[in-house]
Structure formats: structure tokens, C-alpha cells
């Protein structure tokens, strides 16, 4: 499995904007379809934003479509989520995941390896 940690998360105003980090360790890096989910409190983990080994397939819940954009570098090992105009109800946890399966998914069962998930706090 592939090792992953979360960074960059943290406390911002409703409009603002957050860039997480999730670096890779273990296994080759491209070998691997990227994800990211979220998780606030009382809720089901959601899924939010994947992208393809390559990078050239990317796919967004409706929910951040427009907002939010992933993308990864396979050199430096790490996938990123730029995330803008962040609302209250992005608040959660937000957690890097890998899977070694062909092409993007968004179901958190097929995801190989997961991180312990950095904090996104949306509040005035």
C-alpha cells in the first residue's frame, strides 16, 4: 500500500480559500487513481474530487464543481485540491485516498489506502 499524508488544511471565512496536500510514500505514485473525500461530524463520508493516474481525467461532485480543482504531481509525488468560495457546509474532514484500480471511482470502498484526514473549518 501507499503511504498518505494530508496537510494544509485549517480555519477560514465563508469565501476564502484553501489549498490541501496529500503526499505519497511507498509505492510508485503513478501506479495509482487519486481521491479525496470528506467527512463531517454525525455524517457519512462523502466523496468529493478524483483524479486519474495520469492526471488527464479529473471528476468533481456537484456539489464543489466550478469551486474546486484537483490535480497531482507524479514527480513530487503529491495530488492537491485548490478549494474556492468555500462555504460553511464544506466543513469536515477531508481525507486523501489511493486506489490501484483502473480509472476513477467514487466509491470509498475501492480505495486502496487512505490518510488521516486534515481539518477544513468554514466559519465567520
Known amino acids: 500500500q501507499v503511504q498518505l499524508v494530508e496537510s494544509g488544511g485549517g480555519l477560514v471565512q465563508p469565501g476564502g480559500s484553501l489549498r490541501l496536500s496529500c503526499a505519497a510514500s511507498?509505492?510508485?505514485?503513478?501506479?495509482?487513481?487519486m481521491g479525496w473525500f470528506r467527512q463531517a461530524p454525525g455524517k457519512e463520508r462523502e466523496f468529493v474530487s478524483a483524479i486519474s493516474r495520469s492526471g488527464a481525467n479529473k471528476y468533481y461532485a456537484d456539489s464543489v464543481k466550478a469551486r474546486f480543482t484537483i490535480s497531482r504531481d507524479n514527480a513530487k509525488n503529491t495530488v492537491s485540491l485548490q478549494m474556492n468560495s468555500l462555504k460553511p457546509e464544506d466543513t469536515a474532514v477531508y481525507h486523501c485516498?489511493?486506489?490501484?484500480?483502473?480509472?476513477?471511482?467514487?466509491?470509498?470502498?475501492?480505495?486502496?489506502?487512505w490518510g488521516q484526514g486534515t481539518q477544513v473549518t468554514v466559519s465567520s
Open positions: 511507498g509505492r510508485t505514485f503513478s501506479n495509482y487513481a
Open positions: 485516498a489511493a486506489t490501484s484500480g483502473m480509472g476513477i471511482t467514487t466509491i470509498p470502498g475501492r480505495y486502496d489506502s
